[in-house]
């Protein structure tokens, strides 16, 4: 979490790159996270139909 605040905290100082890369960032972790949930969802998926 304290990573997390640390950019945020960077970002609100940097250049517009800085803050272009940082949004990048966050948008790379939420599609981690949505991909694994819905990785998740399919195996349970396949486990029911089985």
Do not use: C, P
């Not at 949004?23 to 399919?42: H, P, T």
């Amino acid at each position: 979490m304290e990573t997390i605040l640390q950019l945020l905290k960077n970002m609100s100082h940097s250049s517009a790159a800085g803050f272009l890369g940082v949004s990048g960032i966050f948008l790379f972790l939420a599609v981690l996270l949505w991909a694994g949930i819905y990785r998740v969802r399919q195996a349970l998926d396949r486990e029911e139909h089985h």
